[in-house]
């Protein structure tokens, strides 16, 4: 039973082309999150909501867009993929909005060539 | 600007001994710390915190040391074990309850 779950796991694509990458806890959980580890390994926040509200919103390009149907699913939609946008995009559900727990997938790999 | 810093990219160590982990952080108002561990491609798993309250966390083999006033937080692991080779994230919570995380540090258990 995987609690938090990312498809792909890979991806490998060109440039320009538009990809998206799927969430899905079955923990019950109201909140989730997307990260993305770059290159120097560090984990930064892009994305969060809360029972389908988008809560945090960092400094993101307008390429990026989070789309949440229900509160156990937030999907990750990137258009025009640069070379930059290469990294490991982890999604991760938290009971609630918090001082909580964060559980994590297991990443998917974007690679843009 | 690193507001959560691993100074140490890899660890070391023998089995059976004692493994210290460090973070250091700059933001005084983090108020909760934790600490993340993580295998080769998978996600990473919660290990242990410690909220600004307290000075120690211990839960098991692991315990967390907080120094507010260095603004350090360590992690130790007593006995080490061949399993816990891994990296290991430090992380802060802010005042919006975001997770500030540190580069890791690759911990790793020599037989």
């Known amino acids: 039973d995987t609690a938090v779950s990312q498809t792909p796991k890979y991806l490998v694509t060109q440039m320009g082309n538009d990809k998206s990458i799927k969430c899905e806890q079955n923990l019950g959980h109201d909140t989730m999150y997307w990260y993305k580890q770059d290159s120097k390994k560090f984990l930064k926040i892009m994305f969060s909501y809360n029972n389908k509200e988008l809560i945090i919103n960092e400094t993101v390009p307008n390429r990026f867009s989070p789309k949440s149907p229900d509160k156990a699913h937030l999907n990750l939609h990137i258009n025009s993929l640069e070379l930059g946008d290469s990294a490991v995009y982890f999604c991760?559900?938290?009971?609630?909005?918090?001082?909580?727990?964060?559980?994590f997938g297991p990443g998917t790999r974007l690679l843009v060539l | 600007d690193q507001q959560v810093k691993q100074n140490s990219p890899s660890l070391s160590v023998q089995e059976g001994r004692i493994s210290i982990l460090n973070c250091d952080y700059t933001?005084?108002?983090?108020?909760?710390f934790l600490w993340y561990k993580k295998y080769p491609a998978e996600g990473p798993t919660f290990l242990i915190s410690?909220?600004?309250i307290k000075d120690k966390n211990e839960d098991g083999r692991f315990t967390v040391f907080l120094n507010k006033s260095a603004k350090h937080l360590s992690l130790h692991i007593v006995p080490s074990q061949p399993g816990d080779s891994a990296v290991y994230f430090c992380a802060a919570s802010d005042s919006n309850y975001q997770l500030i995380w540190g580069a890791g540090t690759k911990l790793i258990i020599k037989p």
């Open positions: 991760a559900s938290s009971h609630n909005r918090g001082q909580e727990t964060q559980y």
């Open positions: 933001n005084s108002m983090f108020d909760y």
């Open positions: 410690i909220s600004s």
